[in-house]
């Protein structure tokens, strides 16, 4: 039902939400004190287990950003503990509920546990990520293989300053851990993408012989990204030499490749 990440100090509970858009559910807790944070509340079924299961005392409520499918539970979890929710300053005209407004560069402390917060605007203008030693919390910013798209208040030229100006620069060795499980429809489109006769393709068949239906997507670095991502590596001329049809980039501006890449997502 769910799976378990075992750091020295923290552990991460995920888990695959049972519906189409393959949400992905996160609870962090500090190992020391079993306080713990509720990342984007959409299953509460798995989330109470989790909690019953593993005795853990929730703190804080932390929505990346405020799409409904990442804030569903928000009031129960709010009323049934009476936390703090926290959220970017931006979900002030957002949210009915009062929280804790957060920002770039703050410090959130769960237990013993300290973690960054980055803004990450794009997918939406509020939207956040968050560091926890190796990890990063990423939302709908960045899937495996993908970024979020930007149809529900979303904005391209943000989302590509967030990719290229941003993201890319964080460790190689942070695992991300993404909002949804794409990674299978993305390896799909970007073998798509690549001439047939690179061989890169048998990689990617390889890659995607370790996805399940039913189940989450093995865990990937950054490092993985900048290998694998086609958003992130758009600006890269070795990586229009392995595309099908490199014509359809190679006169565009970086930023303007990024917006086709994801308007040919977006139609695929
Ligand atoms: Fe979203």
């Excluded at 799976?3 to 190992?31: M, W």
């Excluded at 407004?101 to 980055?118: A, R």
């Excluded at 030499?241 to 490749?257: G, H, N």
């Amino acid at each position: 039902m769910y799976h378990q990440i075992s750091a020295e100090t923290f552990n991460i509970y995920r888990f695959l939400v049972p519906n189409s858009d393959r949400n992905i559910g996160y609870v962090l807790e500090c190992k020391n004190t079993k306080k713990c944070l509720i990342f984007d509340p959409l299953n509460k079924d798995i989330i109470d287990k989790i909690l019953d299961d593993n005795d853990l005392k929730p703190e804080y409520i932390l929505n990346t950003h405020a799409h409904p499918d990442h804030i569903k539970y928000n009031s129960y979890y709010l009323e049934k503990f009476k936390v703090k929710l926290l959220a970017h300053d931006m979900c002030k005209d957002l949210f009915e509920h009062e929280f804790d407004n957060i920002f770039e560069n703050d410090v959130i402390k769960i237990g013993d546990l300290k973690l960054k917060v980055l803004h990450t605007p794009g997918h939406c203008p509020e939207h956040i990520s968050i560091i926890a030693d190796n990890y990063l919390f990423c939302g709908d910013t960045i899937f495996n293989c993908g970024v979020g798209n930007v149809h529900f208040r979303g904005n391209i030229t943000m989302l590509f300053r967030t990719i290229h100006h941003k993201i890319k620069h964080l460790s190689n060795e942070l695992i991300i851990l993404p909002g949804h499980d794409y990674l299978q429809n993305n390896l799909s489109f970007l073998s798509n993408l690549i001439n047939d006769s690179d061989p890169i393709i048998e990689e990617l068949k390889e890659i995607e012989s370790q996805c399940l239906d039913n189940d989450l997507s093995p865990l990937k670095t950054i490092s993985f990204e900048k290998k694998y991502n086609p958003f992130f590596r758009i600006d890269e001329l070795s990586f229009l030499d392995i595309l099908a049809d490199p014509k359809v980039f190679e006169t565009l501006t970086m930023e303007d490749r990024f917006i086709k890449l994801r308007s040919l997502r977006d139609k695929w």
